[in-house]
């Protein structure tokens, strides 16, 4: 009989988010299906302890590893289980909780359970930064920045991150980079770029909010320098779903692009901050991770012409900044010209 139950491991990340983790051990003993499943409950005990699992329970061929953690719990264990059978299983807990609630996947224990034990597999993208695997987001600029200074700040939970952000943003500037992406390169001044491979950094806050798991594209969001009058239309469009609407938010898709900037610093994937040097080069791998998710989020899937068109559209937009960016260059060279002749010939010239 046991041969026919399908092993599946729990990882629990003591001192990941908020929650009592030993009353989560509890709803699983109580409420995980006993016909389907021969559940096993494994513990980290120091970082990367949860990939070094998952890879073993991956070679043992277990059919599923469920992350009991946040976003840095599910990135050390899916990066074990990309490009295998075993499926990534998600009890939220963290503070954020992006990739989870992307999926749908309930915040309430007993009902996330209930998920496992319906045993519905999707087969999702993963991105990577550099050498990096990220299944949610990463970026450079101020939420990497915010992110540092979570990591640093020894608790945890949303009012911390809030706190954080709310700090940093009053004395934070923005930099300038460059985008090289397909051949072509521009240059943005930029608050912070983000690169969705899904939706939201956590707690319902849409950074790349058009993006799918299985589309074979990264969303792409720039925000631009902004004053303090823009600040509640971007903080009310970021958890409202549209923010791609704003004036000061520029989006596209692409499949990998690279971004260059002045000097090395921080960047983030999933949640976490890791320093890395001028040149970042992001990229999509296409549906290489099996996802243990509601019925109802394999029902939600965008057509695959429907997300090529989107990504038609937006190399569409790209072009159409890079020739507005080349030709404010252009005027730009003009009139320095201009005021160079003015100055040798003490006339004036008539405005292009």
Same mark, same amino acid.
């Given at each position: 009989?046991?041969?026919?139950?399908?092993?599946?491991?729990?990882v629990?990340n003591?001192k990941?988010?908020?929650?009592?983790?030993?009353?989560?051990?509890?709803?699983?003993?109580?409420?995980?299906?006993?016909?389907k499943?021969?559940?096993?409950?494994?513990?980290?005990?120091?970082?990367?302890?949860?990939?070094?699992?998952?890879?073993?329970? +991956?070679?043992?061929? +277990?059919?599923?590893?469920?992350?009991?953690?946040?976003?840095?719990?599910?990135?050390?264990?899916?990066?074990?289980?990309v490009?295998?059978?075993?499926?990534?299983?998600?009890?939220?807990?963290?503070?954020?909780?992006?990739?989870?609630?992307?999926?749908?996947?309930?915040?309430?224990?007993?009902?996330?359970?209930?998920?496992?034990?319906?045993?519905?597999?999707?087969?999702?993208?993963?991105? *990577?930064?550099?050498?990096?695997? #990220? #299944?949610?987001?990463?970026g450079?600029?101020f939420d990497?920045?915010?992110?540092?200074?979570?990591?640093? +700040?020894?608790? *945890?939970?949303?009012?911390?991150?809030?706190e954080?952000?709310?700090?940093?943003?009053?004395?934070?500037?923005?930099?300038?980079?460059?985008?090289?992406?397909?051949?072509?390169?521009? *240059?943005?001044?930029?608050?912070?770029?983000?690169?969705?491979?899904?939706?939201?950094?956590?707690?319902?806050?849409?950074?790349?909010?058009?993006?799918?798991?299985?589309?074979?594209?990264?969303?792409?969001?720039?925000?631009?320098?902004?004053?303090?009058l823009?600040?509640?239309?971007?903080? #009310?469009?970021?958890?409202?779903?549209t923010?791609?609407?704003?004036?000061?938010?520029?989006?596209?898709?692409? *499949?990998?692009?690279?971004?260059?900037?002045?000097?090395?610093?921080?960047?983030?994937?999933?949640?976490d901050?890791?320093?890395?040097?001028?040149?970042?080069?992001?990229?999509?791998?296409?549906k290489?991770?099996?996802?243990?998710?509601?019925?109802?989020?394999?029902g939600?899937?965008?057509?695959?012409?429907?997300?090529?068109?989107?990504?038609?559209?937006?190399?569409?937009?790209?072009?159409?900044?890079?020739?507005?960016?080349?030709?404010?260059?252009?005027? +730009?060279?003009?009139?320095?010209?201009?005021?160079?002749?003015?100055?040798?010939?003490?006339?004036?010239?008539?405005?292009?």
């Amino acid at each position: 009989m046991n041969e026919e139950k399908k092993k599946i491991t729990f990882v629990v990340n003591p001192k990941s988010g908020t929650q009592n983790k030993e009353h989560i051990v509890s709803c699983i003993h109580e409420r995980l299906d006993p016909e389907k499943y021969l559940p096993e409950i494994e513990y980290t005990e120091y970082a990367g302890h949860a990939v070094e699992i998952a890879a073993r329970k +991956a070679k043992e061929g +277990a059919w599923g590893v469920v992350a009991i953690g946040g976003d840095g719990t599910i990135n050390e264990i899916a990066r074990s289980l990309v490009h295998t059978q075993t499926a990534l299983g998600i009890i939220p807990c963290g503070s954020g909780n992006g990739l989870a609630r992307h999926l749908q996947i309930p915040m309430e224990i007993r009902k996330a359970i209930e998920i496992i034990n319906e045993g519905s597999i999707l087969t999702v993208d993963y991105g *990577r930064i550099n050498d990096l695997p #990220f #299944f949610c987001t990463c970026g450079v600029g101020f939420d990497a920045f915010v992110s540092l200074k979570f990591s640093q +700040a020894g608790k *945890r939970g949303p009012l911390t991150y809030l706190e954080k952000t709310l700090a940093e943003s009053l004395q934070y500037r923005p930099e300038t980079y460059e985008l090289e992406i397909e051949g072509s390169t521009t *240059r943005y001044k930029a608050f912070l770029i983000a690169c969705g491979n899904a939706s939201q950094y956590g707690n319902n806050a849409y950074i790349t909010p058009q993006a799918t798991l299985d589309d074979g594209l990264l969303d792409v969001t720039i925000l631009e320098p902004f004053t303090v009058l823009d600040a509640p239309a971007l903080a #009310f469009q970021l958890f409202n779903r549209t923010l791609d609407q704003n004036s000061r938010i520029k989006t596209f898709r692409c *499949r990998e692009l690279t971004i260059h900037r002045s000097k090395p610093g921080v960047a983030h994937f999933d949640g976490d901050p890791v320093m890395m040097g001028k040149d970042i080069h992001v990229g999509i791998v296409q549906k290489e991770l099996r996802v243990i998710v509601p019925k109802s989020t394999r029902g939600g899937i965008s057509t695959v012409l429907q997300r090529a068109q989107d990504y038609i559209n937006g190399l569409k937009q790209l072009n159409e900044t890079w020739r507005e960016d080349l030709a404010l260059k252009n005027k +730009a060279m003009l009139d320095r010209g201009k005021e160079q002749i003015k100055r040798l010939t003490n006339i004036d010239l008539p405005k292009f």
